[in-house]
C-alpha cells in the first residue's frame, strides 16, 4: 500500500467515523427531540434544517466521502490483493451503498416531501408522526451503521496490510 493510500484511507476512516456521529446524534436524540416539542416545531425545525445542510461543511464531507469511497474501491480492486483488498472494496460499497445510496433514494424522498407541506397542517403533522419519523429514523440508523461499518472495515485494512 503506497504512503498516499495510507493516508487517504487513514483520512476517509476518520471522515467515516465522523459522518457516523452524525447520524447517530440524529437517530439517537435529536429527531427525538424533535418529535417531542409542540406539534409543528419540529417539522419547521427539520424543514429549515434541510435548507441550511446544503450550505454546511457536512455536505461536503458528505459528498466528499462518496468520492473518496469509490477511489478507494477502485484502487483497492486494481492495486491490492488478499485481506486488504476485500476489506476496503467492504468499506468503499458500505458507503457508497448504506449511506450515499440510502440517503438519495429514502431520506431525500421524505425530506422533499415534508419540504412541500406547511407545517401547522394536519396534514403536515400527519405525515411527520405516521411516516416521516419512522421512516426517515430507521433509514438515518441505517447509514450510521454503514458510516460505522466502513470506519472499522478501513481500519481493519490498515491494520492488516
Known sequence: ?????????????????????IFLAFSDF????????????????MQVLNVEIMRSVFMVLFMGLAIL?????????????GTPRLLLIGAGLSYL????????????????QLAALAPETSQALTFWKEAYMTRW????SLRTAACFLASG????ALVVR
Do not use: K
Open 1 to 21: 500500500m503506497s504512503i498516499w493510500f495510507l493516508l487517504l484511507c487513514a483520512l476517509t476512516l476518520i471522515a467515516y467515523a465522523a459522518t457516523g456521529g
Open 30 to 45: 435529536i429527531m427525538r427531540s424533535f418529535d417531542l416539542v409542540r406539534n409543528q416545531a419540529g417539522i419547521e425545525t
Open 69 to 81: 469511497s469509490l477511489v478507494i474501491v477502485i484502487y483497492a480492486a486494481v492495486t491490492l490483493g
Open 97 to 112: 451503498l448504506g449511506v450515499f445510496a440510502v440517503t438519495g433514494a429514502g431520506n431525500v424522498p421524505l425530506n422533499n
Open 137 to 140: 429514523v430507521t433509514l438515518n
Open 153 to 156: 472495515l478501513t481500519l481493519a
